[in-house]
């Protein structure tokens, strides 16, 4: 015993000494009893994994293909590119990833090493840990996006959006609508036409939602028409150009109709002559005489289309002098009788008009109001139909204004976002410049005038936002004081822009490679 | 020396039969007893039994020299086959125990005898009278199977691959043989179930490989004592190695 702690003593204690079963060379004994060699020489537990894969890169853009449709962009020894590479290999799960890593290639050499380190279970319960490389060759691809920016025939349906109206009101509300939901996001571009706007898209489906958006939005009738380009006749496939025509209805807010006798009498018999209090997807009309309220669909529209009787370029300035409501009220419209006299007529001569109002609620005796002369109007007979011989009112009164300020030197303290839209090749007329730009004024001034309007579109706040109100509010201070009081109570109405309501603008660089293909 | 054969393909040759110096129980089926009859029977009685119905005899049974103890499974027909086949020297006894796979449970050689530490004592008693050997209650490796983990001869003993060096010295004291830890059939550390061996003769699975066979011809003292077939034996094993 003594002799055999002395060997003990000497040799090191973990001596489970066994000679491997294949070479003979003493080893501590393991699951498997075999060297590390032997096992090396028998097993390969890389047997399964591909030693060679390609991989798509796009040079247009620096991206590489992840199967099936998706682009990833990636520098070289990135890791980015390293979750790709390791993604591709095939047989990876039955097998223990331990540690990956590139290994150095010339960058022209389209080629990408990959060192990995595995380990497996071999025999029964023996672990082996294997080191090994895996070569990636490079193909180049044109990933989608380039092929269609360089084929430059990128569309395969195309949205024309009409409306026939002397004025641009509409459709600067529809692009504010659609940048909030951004519903333009999968079209391809956006080009400007008279009388409207086309948007292009890729996909039909993508055109189909957003003309599904636009009727959701307002009213609006479509035909749909398509062109065959190929035809594949061995596949049956065929390949086409789908062209939407969206027509938007012609009718807009403050604008008098005087509806056929089959619409009027569908809607609950309303009075021939209407005035459009709004517009959604629905027109939506209210007798000024009656009160009466009623929706008019784009569908009942078509059946029998007919235009307004007049429009908002044709409001002209009166002064209210004497308000009496009359009784019903119906919401936030009160009936009354008005007493009224053009301001052109002011000092001029003494011509009154009396005329019934739904706004009863929102005048006082000394307002200035925006109203339709229609004893002065020219009409078809044919307009006037179903006013079988009746006359029309003399005076249509829409809405309340403020004395003139002078705009141009206020700068406003929000901004909106606008549509990057192609213009129309084509002689542009100064004229044409100039009243659109006019319709813009009028369409922000409507903005700030509307808080129903302003909740449905996103207003951004000017970076100095707060000095520009301050400056506003002196300005606002010192022209009452001229005014002498004439503005008095109408400050709080008038619904400036509160600082709350405003976004902030974040500058996105709107990049191309936003979504997916 | 070392044969390597097959029981009807598998490789564990210690499951199905049993040697001893006096005799051999060979499971029945097939072409199994070709081997063993062909190096065995000009020396000792090959017997061709079945346990219970059962093919493993190796691992059911236990035996020397003196005596052959069976499990109580055993019917009394196989008993009687076994008796009137075997030389009258031997004794063979039926053993009352709940650990019935004896050939698990106990290891011997003619003088001395490894036990399950769980056996009972009137076992032990009823192995140390048959077969007249001395008997300890030892485990091997931390396992308490030692006849699957060690295989017992006169000259030598091997034992399981992960047998510490102090137990192996410990044994190898009880048992008064030199030990040695290895493998057979290819790195299985289950000796008892692998391989069956006397004082001459030992039979390996077919994937033992050559270091192993000479591990146990070594350890058992098995190369033939002429020297030209130590020549051809060992030329085998280097062919064996290439």
């Known amino acids: 015993m003594m002799n055999a702690q002395e060997y003990f003593a000497n040799q090191e204690p973990a001596a489970l000494m066994v000679l491997c079963c294949i070479c003979g060379t003493a080893i501590p004994a393991n699951p498997s009893n075999m060297c590390v060699n032997c096992i090396r020489s028998q097993v390969d537990i890389t047997e399964g994994i591909p030693k060679q894969l390609t991989v798509q890169w796009c040079r247009g853009c620096n991206r590489y293909l992840q199967p099936p449709a998706h682009w990833v962009p990636a520098e070289l020894e990135s890791r980015e590119l390293l979750t790709l590479c390791i993604k591709r290999i095939k047989g990876l799960n039955k097998v223990k990833l331990v540690d990956a890593g590139f290994v150095w290639t010339e960058p022209h050499s389209r080629r990408i090493k990959v060192k990995l380190t595995v380990q497996n279970e071999v025999f029964n319960g023996t672990i082996l840990q294997q080191i090994f490389i895996v070569e990636f060759v490079v193909q180049t691809q044109m990933c989608d996006k380039c092929t269609r920016r360089e084929a430059k025939d990128t569309w395969s349906a195309v949205a024309q959006v009409r409306q026939k109206v002397d004025h641009k009101r509409t459709f600067f509300y529809l692009e504010q609508l659609i940048l909030k939901h951004n519903a333009h996001s999968q079209a391809v571009g956006v080009k400007s036409r008279p009388d409207g706007l086309d948007f292009f898209f890729a996909n039909k489906s993508h055109c189909l939602k957003f003309i599904e958006f636009l009727q959701n939005v307002v009213a609006l009738r479509t035909k749909s028409s398509e062109q065959l380009i190929s035809q594949d006749d061995n596949n049956n496939t065929y390949n086409y150009k789908f062209t939407f025509s969206v027509e938007i209805v012609p009718l807009c807010r403050d604008d008098v109709l005087c509806l056929p006798m089959k619409t009027g009498a569908a809607l609950g018999n309303i009075g021939p002559v209407v005035v459009v209090y709004k517009v959604s997807n629905l027109i939506h009309v209210i007798d000024p005489f009656t009160l009466n309220v009623q929706e008019l669909s784009s569908h009942r529209y078509y059946n029998d289309p007919f235009r307004a009787l007049a429009s908002a370029k044709q409001l002209i300035r009166y002064t209210i002098l004497d308000v009496i409501p009359v009784g019903p009220t119906r919401g936030k419209f009160i009936l009354a009788d008005v007493q009224l006299a053009r301001d052109s007529d002011f000092g001029m001569n003494d011509t009154i008009f009396t005329t019934r109002t739904h706004l009863g609620n929102i005048f006082q005796p000394g307002d200035n109001a925006l109203g339709y002369d229609l004893s002065t109007a020219n009409f078809n007979e044919a307009d006037l139909a179903a006013l079988k011989g009746r006359g029309l009112p003399d005076v249509l009164l829409l809405r309340k204004v403020y004395p003139e300020r002078k705009r141009k030197e206020r700068k406003r303290h929000w901004r909106l976002r606008k549509l990057t839209v192609e213009e129309d090749d084509g002689p542009v007329r100064r004229m044409d410049v100039e009243r659109e730009a006019h319709d813009y004024e009028t369409f922000l001034e409507e903005i700030e005038e509307d808080k129903d309007m302003r909740s449905k579109i996103n207003l951004y706040r000017e970076p100095d936002a707060e000095q520009i109100m301050q400056r506003n509010k002196e300005e606002k201070a010192a022209q009452s004081m001229l005014d002498e009081g004439a503005d008095d109570g109408d400050d709080d109405d008038e619904g400036d822009v509160g600082l709350e309501e405003l976004l902030d603008d974040v500058d996105i660089n709107q990049d191309e490679y936003d979504e997916d293909d | ?242």
Request: aromatic fraction near 4%; include cysteine.
């Open chain 2, 1 to 242: 020396m070392a044969v390597r054969t097959q029981f009807e393909n598998s490789n564990e040759i210690g499951v199905f039969s049993k040697l001893t110096n006096a005799y051999c129980l060979v499971a029945t089926g097939g072409r199994n007893m070709a081997a063993f009859e062909k190096e065995l029977s000009d020396h000792i009685p090959v017997v061709n039994t079945s346990i219970a119905g059962c093919r493993i005899i190796g691992r059911l049974t236990v035996g020397n020299r003196k005596g052959l103890l069976l499990p109580n499974t055993a019917t009394d027909q196989e008993m009687l086959h076994i008796r009137n086949s075997l030389p009258d020297s031997v004794v063979v006894q039926r053993v009352e125990e709940r650990l019935s796979a004896l050939g698990n449970c106990v290891v011997a050689n003619d003088y001395v005898a490894l036990i399950h530490p769980d056996l009972d004592r009137e076992t032990e008693e009823i192995i140390a009278d048959t077969l007249g050997v001395e008997v300890f209650r030892q485990t091997v490796a931390g396992q308490v199977l030692v006849g699957s983990y060690c295989s017992l001869s006169n000259q030598g003993g091997l034992v399981h691959p992960l047998t510490p060096v102090q137990e192996q010295d410990e044994l190898s004291s009880l048992l008064q043989v030199p030990l040695v830890a290895g493998t057979v059939n290819r790195g299985s550390g289950v000796i008892g179930a692998g391989l069956v061996v006397n004082d001459w003769a030992a039979f390996v699975g077919l994937d033992t490989t050559a270091t192993e066979i000479s591990v146990i011809e070594n350890i058992f003292k098995l190369s033939g004592a002429q020297p030209q077939t130590i020549v051809t034996e060992m030329r085998n094993s280097l062919i064996d190695t290439l």
